[in-house]
């Protein structure tokens, strides 16, 4: 399992929905929390590694305490909350690149579980943030449409670069440039 890079057209694809839970699917999400911790990430959705499907992973907590993993199938969001707050976030599959996006603090989302079972929960602070990245994959949108026009034009030129080595790649969705790291 691999990451896959900015331009890669994967990523501005709606996901489908998931239709069952087998263990394909638990023997993915586990491969995805490997390969999120490799890369440093907190977050790891299933467009990001060319599977595009309603699935996203993340662990607020990080590799060191695993008690943190959440898996998220076919998950929605309900309500969104009045408050917003902006930090700055980056993204696997666009290394090098962060700016700072304004979001809801507070959610209300519904998803299935791995183990099958139908939730709603209410997400706040970083575990909201985290929650909307990822769910923004699902809907093919990267962080970087959430940028101002400022932060957008400063990381035009990195994206050029993206663009040029993906283009000079001339591979298949899910490949690319070992050794990138970066924020989900």
Known sequence: MQLVYYPDPILLKTARPLERIDGELREKTSEMFEL????SGVGLAAPQVGWGVRLFIFNCLGEEDRSGERVFINPRIIDRGEDYLVEEEGCLSVPEVKGKVSRPDEILAEFQELSGEMRREELCDIE????QHEFDHLN???????LNTTEKLVAKKMLRELEKEYSE????AGSGPPGRSGDS
């Open 36 to 39: 999120m911790y490799r890369e």
């Open 128 to 131: 909201s943030r985290i929650f």
């Open 140 to 146: 093919g949108v990267l962080f970087l449409r959430h």
């Open 169 to 172: 790649r001339g591979e298949a």
